[in-house]
């Protein structure tokens, strides 16, 4: 042919594929697979980045469809939005990425394939190394034995042709497919030890291999190339026994089965093995759909060959899909989800989780100014929150409180007629002296009938109230104190909790929402241990984990911390205060403790299906951190268990839901759900503590004459009435909760008298330990019974009187 024939054919030929391409091109795809999200939890790198495959009908991988075809037809949909066409952009993924990291791929050569078939082997392994991620591909070898798979990189691929080159006069067949189940599997077969496994076998260096498996959901494949011209040795593995271990396997990989038929025929026992294996069957003899591989055999190598490469094309993915996340876009947990549309045609589905609402994603580089702000509004939203906690606590709550007793007690009245000779008595109100008329309101809560004016003028409670009277009295709001100290000081404990919360949080933020990633790496890879699961929901895993065991250290510390110094110790001295920070830094332990449970039930909640983690997930840590926490709270201190557990409970509810509902309507300023949560949860758990407190917190000392006449001591901090049964000690001693350091006299004992509560009558008691005089007239000393204590009763011990006050 002359040069001018060839230019002119050449052009013709171009211009021919120039007018063709168009007609190539506008085959639809039928379907869009996604595959491995990824998204990097660093400042500035705020891009999603997605596997994506085009697929036909046949859900054979399309390779004619390019990139700029998919610029031109495709359109991504997140979360019903579609993502403008400036944000993303598609790659063609180069060799070497097409098969992500996730995917491992084993391949079993048998030596007795002819030399030529074998040398086209290994240039086909040898693209599909480089087609790979560098940590997916492993090749092994039978014949005389069966070799341990070995990690095929692009590097060390060279090193691998000798080996190629090995002939061998025997075929262990089934202990190479035996064996390689058993490189798969965590569950050992029972014939094990019967594997002809090459010397020097190491199954300790198989570790890193099935640790990878795991990962890959439905991307474990093996590839076995064997051939016909040698029978399989006879083996104390056989076929029965394959099948069997086969069933049993959890991590059995997807098999290709490639045969050579050197035209001797394939013997009945391979075909039924080779079949066996690559479609196995559940109990009920169905295929177990996403384990089902092929058999396929050839007389040609280069079909062969070819078929194995066919197979790898289509696991490959094509492009890299890079989509900007919006300048204002905050990720924070539950289901994102993605719709590829080709043409208007929705093609493609899946659901990712991206960032938790403990920690957002993504993060933001943050100015001085832009950091102030943060925090001046979180000031200004933990004021608030004490705020509401004030309002909950002396409003809403007395109201209700007053509103249910006025529509149970609030009654008119209405005499009972004793009998039908016996006049009805006369009653009077214990206040204003006058009769009671039958219809005039009434206040029927103890024996001590009163007109509802006189009751409510007499602050609400029965006139007998303290002395004769226990149950007089109704709750109600104290709107003239409401903006005084005594506010303050019933919410004290609420309060605190929230700056306990607030701190918690600042050094949340400031520490990167996770302080704990290696344990928590540990705990997600541990744990997921029984299924596959996807790597993009490995790496959410970790991140809540981190997050998750940072929120336990640090609220169980400072709510620990805070709760414990104002639990009335007695000496605020360095030794009470290292013991208070010991006492706090175990509490801190065990809401580690607890959240790292709560991790671990997480963990085993995810399925293989799961691509995101559902928000309820959550729960059971957030549950168990508060419930661990709170109870911890009580070791040492005076704080009841019941309290504990009821403020753990209603403040890890209303805490969660807080977070996860502000979670999902509030998805710009993220961070504020985290300190709404650690707030709350603190103001929540100390309310509910202040709350048992202000109940018991009625009995008092006061003391009449002396250098200390006047002093008020609250005894009740000591001496709870929902449990402990606390004594407090009245002596000269440093023992004694009340140290009688001012008294002069000689007259004291070390312990002079001891109160506490008889929790069968809930009646203060004092038991005298040496001479003492009660109420001026009584002497008493260590040989009487314990007296009961009612309100002003007096006793003097020495030169000091003291006198007994329930408020
Ligand atoms: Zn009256
Ligand atoms: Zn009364």
Redesign the pocket.
């Known amino acids: 042919m002359d040069k001018k024939k060839k230019i002119i054919i050449g052009l013709s030929l171009s211009l021919f594929f120039i007018w063709a391409s168009p007609i190539i091109k506008a085959q639809t795809p039928n379907a869009i697979q996604f595959g491995n999200e990824s998204h990097k939890y660093d400042i500035n790198n705020d891009s999603i980045t997605f596997f994506l495959k085009v697929l036909d009908e046949n859900g054979k991988r399309m390779t004619q469809v390019e990139a700029s075809d998919l610029e031109e037809h495709f359109t991504l949909i997140e979360d019903q939005d579609t993502v403008p066409r400036d944000r993303w952009e598609v790659n063609t993924l180069t060799e070497g990425q097409r098969i992500p990291a996730d995917f491992t791929i084993s391949v079993l050569v048998d030596l007795n394939i002819p030399k030529d078939g074998k040398k086209q082997i290994f240039n086909a392994v040898a693209s599909l190394v480089e087609s790979a991620n560098d940590s997916c591909v492993y090749l092994s070898f039978f014949g005389d034995d069966v070799t341990q798979s070995q990690l095929v990189t692009k590097q060390n691929c060279k090193d691998f042709e000798g080996r190629f080159k090995n002939g061998t006069e025997n075929k262990c067949f089934y202990s190479a497919l035996y064996g390689k189940l058993s490189e798969f599997e965590w569950v050992e077969g029972s014939l094990k030890d019967s594997i002809k496994w090459e010397d020097g076998y190491d199954d300790q260096k198989n570790e890193e291999f099935k640790k990878r498996v795991q990962n890959g959901e439905g991307k474990n494949l093996l590839f076995v190339f064997t051939e016909s011209s040698i029978l399989p040795d006879i083996e104390e593995i056989d076929f029965p026994a394959f099948v069997d271990y086969n069933a049993k396997a959890v991590y059995a990989p997807k098999v290709f089965a490639f045969f050579y038929d050197a035209g001797n025929g394939i013997s009945e026992d391979m075909e039924s093995t080779l079949q066996g294996v690559t479609e196995p069957r559940d109990a009920d003899h169905d295929i177990i759909p996403n384990r089902q591989g092929f058999y396929m055999p050839s007389n040609s190598i280069d079909s062969v060959v070819n078929s194995f490469k066919q197979v790898v094309r289509n696991e490959m993915y094509d492009f890299a899909l890079t989509y900007k996340v919006p300048d204002k876009k905050i990720y924070s947990g539950g289901a994102v989800n993605y719709e590829a549309l080709w043409d208007g045609q929705k093609i493609g589905l899946e659901a990712f989780s991206i960032g938790t609402p403990e920690n957002p994603w993504p993060k933001r580089p943050e100015s001085t100014g832009d950091s102030f702000v943060k925090y001046l509004i979180a000031l200004l939203v933990t004021l608030a929150t004490i705020v509401l906690f004030i309002i909950i606590m002396k409003i809403l709550i007395p109201g209700v409180k007053s509103r249910v007793f006025s529509t149970k007690y609030y009654k008119p009245y209405k005499p009972v007629a004793l009998s039908e000779n016996v006049k009805n008595v006369k009653l009077k109100?214990?206040?204003?002296?006058?009769e009671?008329m039958p219809g005039d309101k009434v206040v029927t809560k103890c024996k001590h009938i009163?007109?509802v004016?006189?009751w409510k003028s007499n602050e609400y409670k029965c006139v007998e109230y303290g002395q004769n009277c226990k149950e007089g009295i109704q709750e109600h709001i104290h709107w003239k104190e409401l903006f005084g100290m005594g506010t303050v000081r019933d919410c004290y404990l609420a309060i605190m909790g929230i700056m306990a919360g607030l701190v918690s949080w600042i050094i949340y933020e400031l520490s990167g929402r996770g302080l704990f990633k290696s344990i928590a790496t540990g705990i997600v890879t541990t744990f997921f241990g029984n299924e596959a699961h996807s790597l993009s929901i490995v790496s959410e895993c970790v991140n809540k984990v981190s997050s998750f065991l940072t929120i336990g250290l640090l609220l169980a510390f400072f709510l620990s911390l805070i709760f414990r110094y104002y639990d009335g110790i007695k000496r605020k001295d360095w030794k009470s205060l290292l013991k208070i920070v010991g006492l706090s830094i175990l509490s801190s332990a065990i809401g580690m403790a607890a959240f790292a449970l709560g991790s671990i039930i997480l963990c085993l909640c995810l399925s293989p299906e799961s691509t995101n983690i559902p928000w309820y997930y959550s729960f059971p840590a957030y549950l168990l951190f508060s419930l661990c926490t709170s109870l911890s709270l009580t070791i040492k201190s005076t704080i009841p268990i019941k309290s504990a557990l009821l403020g753990g409970l209603a403040s890890a509810v209303i805490g969660f839901l807080v977070l996860y509902f502000s979670s999902v309507t509030n998805k710009r300023g993220s961070w504020l759900n985290m300190l709404l949560d650690f707030v709350i949860y603190g103001g929540g758990l100390g309310a509910s503590l202040v709350t048992v407190r202000m109940l018991a917190e009625k009995y008092f000392l006061v003391i009449k004459d002396g250098i200390k006449a006047g002093t008020k001591i609250p005894i009740h901090k000591w001496m709870n009435a929902n449990g402990g049964g606390h004594k407090v000690t009245i002596g000269m001693t440093q023992q004694c909760e009340i140290m009688m350091n001012w008294e002069k006299s000689n007259k004291v004992a070390k312990e002079h008298v001891q109160l506490y509560i008889d929790h069968a009558h809930s009646q203060t008691m004092m038991k005298p330990l040496a001479f003492t005089v009660f109420n001026t007239r009584t002497e008493l000393n260590s040989n009487n019974k314990p007296v009961p204590l009612f309100n002003n009763d007096t006793f003097k011990i020495g030169d000091t009187t003291f006198q007994y006050v329930e408020n």
């Open positions: 109100c214990p206040l204003c002296r006058t009671i009163m007109h004016k006189c």
